[in-house]
């Protein structure tokens, strides 16, 4: 069936050190993919998305990678702030119509 | 900034009673969402709405569970005889016909059945 799951369940970095967030994916079919920012008591955010169509896509202190050929897809955050302290979920979609999300990643940043 | 809102931010009911959680998506988005999240675990998606009609659903959104939206603004989504495992935060989520896949979520009704 089809998942989308998390390597690493948190992930402690230093204030100015680069993230990396990990995901695997397992639907083939899935033709967009996005990354989730959840504080604490709150909804989701969106941060970044990417087309499956594309390996690399960037915004602002965010970069997104797809491997297609291993179906794995990372978060890079750069410079890390204490105000990125949440839980990360990489989601797929497909058509648009049904977002199935990945199990989450916390990440700590260390002052 | 328009953004998602959500009513009430908590409802507690017994088990048994029909709930209707609200949401008021962005006034010109097309496509909505229901999603739940038990707490500590992931999102999981319910169903998506478009055009007055679901558009997909989950296998949890089974028949104890409804959408509507009733005017121009609203969307809710009624479990008709909840559980003790319905116990939940519930988020609705929108997005616009631009092309866009980015939803925007609301902050979320906590359901508590007792």
């Known amino acids: 069936g089809e998942s989308v799951g998390l390597h690493l369940p948190t992930l402690s970095v230093q204030e100015g050190d680069n993230s990396i967030i990990n995901c695997a994916y397992s639907?083939?079919?899935?033709?967009?993919f996005i990354w989730y920012k959840q504080e604490s008591g709150k909804g989701p955010q969106f941060i970044i998305d990417i087309r499956s169509n594309m390996d690399k896509r960037q915004g602002q202190r965010v970069t997104v990678l797809l491997n297609k050929t291993v179906k794995h897809l990372s978060l890079q955050i750069a410079a890390t702030q204490p105000g990125d302290s949440a839980v990360y979920f990489c989601?797929?979609?497909?058509?648009?119509?049904?977002?199935?999300f990945g199990a989450g990643t916390r990440l700590f940043v260390k002052a | 900034e328009p953004e998602v809102t959500q009513t009430p931010s908590h409802q507690v009911t017994q088990m048994g009673q029909e709930v209707i959680l609200r949401c008021v998506p962005i006034s010109n988005h097309l496509y909505f969402y229901w999603y739940r999240q038990i707490l500590g675990q992931k999102v999981e998606f319910l169903v998506s709405?478009?055009?007055?009609?679901?558009?997909?659903k989950s296998e949890i959104f089974d028949d104890q569970f409804s959408v509507e939206r009733p005017d121009g603004s609203n969307f809710t989504l009624k479990i008709r005889s909840t559980k003790l495992e319905d116990s939940a935060m519930y988020f609705c989520?929108?997005?616009?016909?631009?092309?866009?896949?980015?939803?925007?979520f609301g902050p979320g009704t906590r359901l508590t059945v007792t």
């Open positions: 989601a797929e979609d497909t058509g648009g119509f049904k977002t199935i």
């Open positions: 989520a929108s997005r616009g016909g631009d092309g866009s896949y980015e939803q925007y």
């Open positions: 709405f478009y055009n007055n009609e679901i558009s997909e």
């Open positions: 639907n083939s079919a899935s033709d967009y």
